[in-house]
Nanobody, 126 residues
């Protein structure tokens, strides 16, 4: 059974930090590109960051570049999103996603991802 479980969300003041984790079953995690998306109230789901299976190549949206860092621990089947210098506009539900069809590329569009977690709420107060 495919399972992606996010954790680490919460309430933080602007300028603070949070680290999100996404634990996956081994079959899903291995040979998958992994990504984080988010959906803010009243907005479309948007790509935040992704990391490929091979060489751990990464990509970030312009809105988080320089503040967020994605990483993966292949021994623990877990992907992380370290979020620093958080802003109120980062408030959203954050989703972890896995792309098993194209593990060596990072797609920016949600339909390319096969599996999704349930989401974790991040709220940044001003």
């Amino acid at each position: 059974q495919v399972e992606l479980v996010e954790s680490g969300g919460g309430l933080v003041q602007a300028g603070g930090s949070l680290r999100l984790s996404c634990a996956a079953d081994e079959r899903t995690f291995r040979n998958s590109a992994m990504a984080w998306f988010r959906r803010a109230p009243g907005k479309e789901r948007e790509f935040v960051s992704g990391i490929a299976w091979s060489y751990s190549a990464t990509h970030y949206s312009d809105s988080v570049k320089g503040r967020f860092t994605i990483s993966r621990d292949n021994a623990k089947n877990t992907v992380y999103l370290q979020m620093n210098r958080l802003k109120p506009e980062d408030t959203a539900v954050y989703y972890c996603a896995a792309d098993r069809r194209s593990p060596h590329t990072i797609s920016l569009v949600a339909p390319k991802y096969d599996y999704w977690g349930q989401g974790t709420q991040v709220t940044v107060s001003s």
